[in-house]
C-alpha cells in the first residue's frame, strides 16, 4: 500500500493492520470492488476521462457548452475542476505533461485527438488548464503554437502555486483561476 500516491509508511501500515482485523468477508468485497474498478473502467473515446462507458457522463450531457474544451494533464484534474461548479464546458485530458527528462513527448499524450477535435467540432475557445510547473509551462506553450491558428487559446490565471498540482488546490482557488484566465501569447 505504500506504493500509493500519498500513503507513507505509517498511513500504509495502519491500513494493512485495519484490514488484518476486518473478517474474510469485508477484505475479499473490497478486493473484488478494486478488481472490478480495474476492468471497467477506461477512458472515454471523446475526451481521454475516466469513465466506465464508451463515451462519459459529461461529454454526453446536452447542456454542457460543446463550444469551449478545457485540457488538462489528467483525470484528476478533472475531478477538481468539477468540484468548483464554476466550469461549463467540456474537457480534454493529455494523459500528462511533456516532459523530455522523463521520455515523454508530445506524441504519447492526446495532442492529435484534441486538435482533430478542436478542428471537427469548431470549438470557440480551448482553455488550458495545466498546473504551472515547467513541464506543464512547456505543454501550455507547444499546445498553444498548434491550437492558435484554428481557435482562441486562454490559459487558466495563476493562483496556484509554481510545482503544485490542481488536484490539491482548494475549490475557491480554482473557481478564480478559471474566471482570470487569460489570452495565450
Do not use: W
Amino acid at each position: 500500500m505504500q506504493r500509493l500516491p500519498g500513503i507513507g509508511p505509517k498511513s500504509a501500515q495502519r491500513l494493512a493492520l485495519h484490514l488484518l482485523k476486518r473478517p474474510d468477508a469485508e477484505v475479499e468485497a473490497l478486493a473484488k470492488a478494486l478488481l472490478e474498478a480495474k476492468q471497467q473502467v477506461g477512458t472515454c473515446q471523446v475526451c481521454f476521462h475516466l469513465s466506465a462507458e464508451p463515451v462519459c457522463e459529461i461529454c454526453r450531457n446536452p447542456n454542457r457548452d460543446r463550444l469551449t474544451i478545457c485540457v488538462v494533464a489528467d483525470s484528476r484534474d478533472v475531478i477538481a475542476l468539477e468540484k468548483t461548479r464554476e466550469y461549463r464546458g467540456r474537457y480534454h485530458v493529455l494523459g500528462g505533461t511533456i516532459s523530455p527528462m522523463d521520455g515523454i513527448g508530445p506524441d504519447m499524450l492526446t495532442v492529435q485527438p484534441l486538435i482533430q477535435r478542436v478542428q471537427r467540432e469548431g470549438t470557440r475557445e480551448v482553455i488550458l488548464a495545466i498546473g504551472p510547473s515547467v513541464e506543464g509551462e512547456t505543454t501550455a506553450l507547444y499546445l498553444s503554437q498548434l491550437l492558435k491558428p484554428f481557435t482562441r487559446v486562454t490559459r487558466i490565471a495563476f493562483g496556484l502555486p509554481v510545482g503544485g498540482d490542481l488536484e490539491y488546490a482548494d475549490e475557491v482557488t480554482l473557481a478564480r483561476a478559471l474566471e482570470g484566465r487569460r489570452e495565450m501569447a
